[in-house]
């Protein structure tokens, strides 16, 4: 079993800065994919940003040079820059677990963004 906190959301200002945090804790296999996802009020929920267990990383193209996403041992960090009023939406950090047999997938509870003046 996995679990996932994100903090890190709040309101910011279009320009402005915010930097989401997920902690993990549980076990994670040696194959896994760490992401963000955002969901806009009326919207279905959307890629933002992955990185996997081997390093590569993959980003919407909405958010392309202005987020990054890390990952240390047990936390996965989103860090957003520039951003914009289309920004606003809930964010949720996800484990997707690999193994031979199945896939996992884990969500967090999700935390708020947003963006206005």
């Known amino acids: 079993q996995v679990q996932l906190v994100e903090s890190g959301g709040g309101l910011v200002q279009p320009g402005g800065s915010l930097r989401l945090s997920c902690a993990t804790s549980?076990?994670?296999?040696?194959?896994?994919?760490m992401g963000w996802y955002r969901q806009a009020p009326g919207k279905q929920r959307e890629l933002v940003a992955t990185s996997t267990s081997a390093g590569t990383t993959n980003y919407a193209d909405s958010v392309q040079g202005r987020f990054t996403i890390d990952r240390a041992k047990n936390t996965v960090t989103l860090q957003m820059n520039s951003l914009k009023p289309e920004d606003t939406a809930v964010y949720y950090c996800?484990?997707?677990?690999?193994?031979?047999?199945?896939?996992?997938?884990?969500w967090g509870q999700g935390t708020q963004v947003t963006v206005s003046s």
């Open positions: 549980g076990s994670l296999s040696s194959r896994n994919v």
């Open positions: 996800k484990a997707q677990i690999l193994t031979p047999w199945t896939t996992l997938d884990y």
